[in-house]
């Protein structure tokens, strides 16, 4: 078998072509993944410690939490009751003080503790 003779010029200037394009290729996908996103969410304030503490409720009250999650479920966001107790406190603090009022008269009350 006879040996292939290469012309160095030409095989430096494939090598160089071909260094030129890989560069290109990897510069291309840096400036896709590597730039920042026009979406880029705004930073999250730093999370306040949870507090647990537990409470007390009529039934009906407690029956009502599950209404509203599989009613949140219904249009596609699965919720906790934790979540759920939450939204409404939130609700709550954007009433004016004589709509809060009237809302916290209208529930039943409750004794606290655990029953005898």
Known sequence: MTKKMFDN???RTTVANQDK???DRFDKADSIL????AATPEPVAKKSP??????SMPHDDYARIGKIR???AKE???STKSEVIRAGLQ???MLKGEELVVALNRLEKVTPGRKS
Do not use: E, M, W, Y
């Not at 590597?34 to 996103?37: A, D, G, R, Y």
């Not at 949870?50 to 409470?55: A, G, L, M, Q, S």
């Open 9 to 11: 010029n030409k095989l």
């Open 91 to 93: 609700a709550l603090d």
């Open 70 to 72: 599989t009613k949140a």
């Open 76 to 78: 596609g966001h699965i």
């Open 21 to 23: 394009a890989l560069q």
């Open 34 to 37: 590597l730039k920042p996103s």
């Open 50 to 55: 949870v507090v647990r503490d537990t409470f």
